[in-house]
């Protein structure tokens, strides 16, 4: 048996008044995934456990079958885990975001992007070398990642300090959400001189005669300890393997032993390879069990507030990722199933993510009898066939049928 997870980052949403009381979900043509939630097993899953907030870095590793309230341990050292960083005992590791800070007056700041403009990887990787030259030293290293996403170690620093994720407060003030806590007032210090630094950088003076954001600042959030996750092989007895195009979730796949697969073109926003990611996937299944395909473009434009991006990103999720395994798999595989399911909602409203249990639909090419003639959207919700509290014990159901 091959198994196969597709994971829409933040598909899920509320009514919209633009989509006349639809959500994107329901609004976007997506006949492939109505496919799966006519001729497979629909249901309803809470990711987040109660009382968690609502990251990503939760919901994959619920998705994943592990359980939040035993193993997470923070956000960055997943992604430093995919960067290649090792961390002491004694590390502490922050996520570093590239951020557009609009300063009204000395005495104002918004939060105007939490991605700078998605400021590319290139452009990335000056400014974060300027800011480690800058503020690094034994005990303070920054490291370049992804587009606006990067990671700073604290050798010997605390991780008791309360932190607010960038995209949490897009628009508002950000003194009421510097850090608080135990030495908060030396990562306060940090974002304050960043924005010092690189306020006048050569990228940042280019970037804004392109009419695009700069990266005016770094906003230090996600703190925690390296985790230790049993590996698929240990709890499972299956070989794996991830396709993502961030290293949070790839951080994940190292800790439970899967191949990374790094595809060309995959960005993580809105023009990435999606029929590239579909490829892959296929072709590892050749040498692995399970493969986990991860899609941050719906995730990214609920942050950014753009129905119409959102709706652009499902559609082609399901004509070129899922409609493509769709029709080659059964050609390749002579058993597979499917589990397609978002992470959290990423409601366009609020532009954050939300706690609010999700859609999911479990496929088994050998039983696609079922069909209900329904589509793959929030609606399940109201009536699902299964319905999962604690997010974990879905992959148990998935592999082994039993919850």
Same mark, same amino acid.
């Given at each position: ?14 009514? @919209? ?7 994107? *979900?329901?609004?976007?043509h ?6 799966l939630a ?20 939760v919901?994959?590793?619920?998705? /994943? ?10 956000r ?5 885990i ?17 951020v !557009?800070?609009k300063?009204? =007056?000395?005495?104002?700041? /918004? ?26 030293n ?10 606006? +996403? ?11 300090? $309360? ?10 003030e950000?003194s009421?959400? *510097? ?19 690189l ?16 990266? %005016? ?7 925690? +300890?390296?985790?230790?996750?049993? !590996? ?8 794996g393997?991830?396709?993502s195009?961030? =290293? @949070? !979730? ?11 697969? &790094? ?8 023009? !990435?390879?999606?029929?590239g ?5 296929? &072709?590892?299944?050749? +040498?692995? =069990? ?23 990103? *499902? ?19 002579? &058993?597979?199933?499917?589990? @397609? ?18 859609p ?20 399940i919700? &109201?009536?699902?066939? /299964?319905?999962? $509290? =604690?997010g ?8 082994? %049928?039993?919850?």
């Open positions: 048996m091959k198994y196969i997870v597709i994971v829409p980052d933040g598909a899920t949403d509320y009514p @919209l008044e633009e989509l006349n009381g639809k959500t994107p *979900l329901q609004v976007a997506t006949p492939n995934m109505d496919f006519s001729n497979g097993i629909a249901g309803s899953v809470r990711n987040i456990p109660r009382g968690f907030s609502p990251g990503s870095d919901a994959n590793l619920s998705i /994943l079958g592990y359980d939040p309230r035993v193993y997470y341990t923070g960055a050292p997943l992604e430093a995919s960067m290649g960083l090792a961390l002491s005992k004694d590390d502490i590791a922050y996520r570093c975001n590239l !557009t800070l300063f009204l =007056d000395k005495n104002q700041i /918004l939060m105007d992007d939490y991605s700078a403009g998605h400021i590319t990887s290139e452009e990335a990787k000056i400014l974060i070398e300027e800011i480690d030259k800058k503020l690094g034994e005990a303070l290293k920054f490291y370049s990642g992804v587009s606006y +996403r990067h990671i700073m170690v604290w050798k010997g620093g605390t991780e008791d300090i $309360e932190c607010t994720p960038p995209h949490d407060i897009t628009g508002k950000i009421r959400y *510097l850090p608080i806590g135990k030495n908060a007032n030396f990562l306060k210090e940090l974002i304050l001189k960043s924005a010092e630094i306020k006048d950088h050569p990228v940042n003076k280019k970037r804004i005669t392109e009419g695009k954001k700069p990266a %005016n600042s770094i906003w230090l959030w996600g703190q925690g +300890r390296t985790p230790n996750l049993p !590996t698929y092989q240990d709890k499972y007895k299956l070989t393997a991830l396709i195009a961030v =290293d @949070l !979730t790839k951080g994940l796949g190292i800790l439970a032993g899967f191949h990374i697969i &790094n595809v060309p073109g995959a960005t993580g926003w809105i023009d !990435t390879n999606y029929e990611k579909a490829e892959y996937a296929l &072709n590892a299944l050749e +040498r692995v =069990d399970f493969v986990y395909i991860h899609i941050e473009a719906p995730d990214e434009a609920g942050h950014q507030g753009e129905y119409k991006l959102k709706i652009k990103a *499902l559609e082609d999720i399901d004509k070129i990722v899922v409609g493509k395994i769709l029709k080659e798999a059964p050609q390749r595989f002579k &058993n597979f199933k499917i589990l @397609l399911l978002p992470d959290h909602p990423t409601p366009i409203k609020v532009k954050t993510h939300t706690s609010d249990p999700v999911f639909v479990i496929y088994d090419e050998q039983k696609k009898d079922i069909n209900k003639k329904r589509g793959f959207s929030e609606a919700l &109201n009536s699902p066939d /299964l319905e999962i $509290e =604690d974990y014990r879905l992959m148990d159901f998935f592999l082994k %049928n039993n919850v």
